[in-house]
């Protein structure tokens, strides 16, 4: 049994009262004490069962849960180990290197108010250097945001917990705000959050700059002029948008991907060709793709299209750019199941991946139909070239030098 100095350790699993017991120098030996790395479920239950005959039962199911999340968390956060966080916070939390280059934005503001904050994935970045305020309807979440800012190297950090919809905030403050879009633990319908992106777009006639957080499948049109449209993408996953008001925006639609936070903004320029497949195919990442940005791409590269209404980008040379993924075409003919099925197995091509725009053939059926037999892999990709359904068969280009 524990020894007395565990006497106030919160019973009932309260949430709050067990996380103010980890930050305790007691809850802290305890989390000092768990292993990093997976743990088995037979390890687990081990470790479990020793480290009650110390620590109460709650305070070590407590540690244990934490250990899980900060294990889950080490893909978002390079801080993972020293911070905090709730299964359904560490879901919504933006990753470091999305919320880092938002902050960048801020730069200019010395005043900066993070609403909806959540677990604080954005106010680490966005605290240091500055004055910030943090504001959530969940004071557990509230409380995990500012011990999190503070592991970031963030000062002070005020809090208010408090629907921001009531609050009277200072004009000369610069506002990010993620609103929620999980209600009583389900997702609310695709457009609608708390509070309102209507609600959200307004703030920017009583604060000096607003950042949004917003789905990446946002339609362009409900932003109002002015405004910009940033779509971000983590390797080949489109992750969010962000909206930026006049006063932070610098473009009107821009695509941004990681790793390396490099960017595309819209530029006017003439038309793009369409014409037959060069020697390599550039599959462009979604954040270009959602974002309108196929043809600032294909200008930037000296590409060309496929056709009118297909993203996919293809030139004579191979194209190098974080903005897609290249493959060198080794076959192109219109399409044909039956021809297909040939090149492939003269080619002892065993594996497909397949990659389709503006195609109604289904990939599952495919794959079956094909009846592949052989030791190489390869990429077949199903488009449209001039209006006509087509078919490449696609390698892996060569390593640059």
Not at 133 to 148: I, T
Not at 275 to 286: H, K, V
Request: hydrophobic share 45%; net charge positive.
């Amino acid at each position: 049994m524990p020894g007395p100095r565990f006497t106030g350790y919160p019973q009932g699993g309260d949430p709050a009262g067990a996380l103010d017991w980890l930050l305790s120098e007691e809850g802290r030996a305890l989390l000092a004490e768990l292993p990093g790395g997976p743990l088995d479920p037979d390890h687990a239950m081990r470790l479990g069962t020793r480290l009650r005959a110390t620590y109460p039962a709650e305070l070590v199911a407590a540690a244990l849960a934490q250990r899980e999340l900060r294990a889950g968390a080490a893909a978002k956060f390079s801080e993972a180990g020293r911070m905090w966080f709730t299964r359904e916070g560490l879901e919504q939390a933006s990753a470091e290197p999305l919320a880092r280059h938002r902050a960048a934005r801020y730069a200019g503001f010395p005043l900066v108010a993070d609403l909806c904050t959540g677990i604080g994935g954005d106010l680490c970045a966005l605290a240091p250097g500055r004055t910030a305020l943090a504001v959530d309807l969940d004071p557990l979440h509230l409380r995990m945001a500012r011990e999190n800012a503070h592991v970031h190297g963030a000062g002070e950090v005020a809090a208010a917990c408090a629907d921001v919809r009531d609050l009277r905030l200072p004009p000369s403050l610069a506002v990010f705000i993620d609103p929620a879009r999980r209600a009583g633990g389900r997702r609310l319908p695709a457009g609608e959050s708390r509070p309102p992106l209507a609600w959200c777009l307004d703030l920017a006639a009583r604060v000096a700059a607003v950042g949004i957080k917003a789905a990446p499948g946002i339609p362009h049109g409900v932003v109002p002029p002015g405004w910009e449209v940033e779509l971000l993408a983590e390797r080949r996953e489109l992750k969010e948008a962000a909206l930026w008001s006049p006063s932070l925006a610098t473009t009107t639609r821009r695509a941004t991907v990681f790793p390396g936070g490099h960017t595309l903004v819209a530029q006017p320029g003439p038309p793009v060709p369409c014409a037959q497949p060069g020697a390599f195919l550039l599959d462009p990442s979604p954040a270009v793709t959602r974002a309108g940005l196929v043809e600032e791409l294909a200008r930037n590269l000296g590409a060309w299209k496929l056709d009118p209404r297909i993203a996919f980008l293809t030139a004579d040379q191979p194209l190098r750019t974080p903005f897609g993924r290249l493959l060198r075409i080794d076959a192109s003919l219109p399409w044909n199941l039956k021809q297909l099925r040939q090149i492939l197995r003269q080619r002892g091509i065993g594996v497909v991946e397949v990659r389709k725009r503006g195609s109604a053939v289904e990939v599952a059926d495919l794959t079956t139909r094909l009846r592949l037999r052989g030791d190489h892999r390869a990429t077949v990709v199903l488009t449209r070239v001039a209006n006509r359904p087509w078919a490449l068969v696609c390698g892996e280009p060569a390593a640059p030098p």
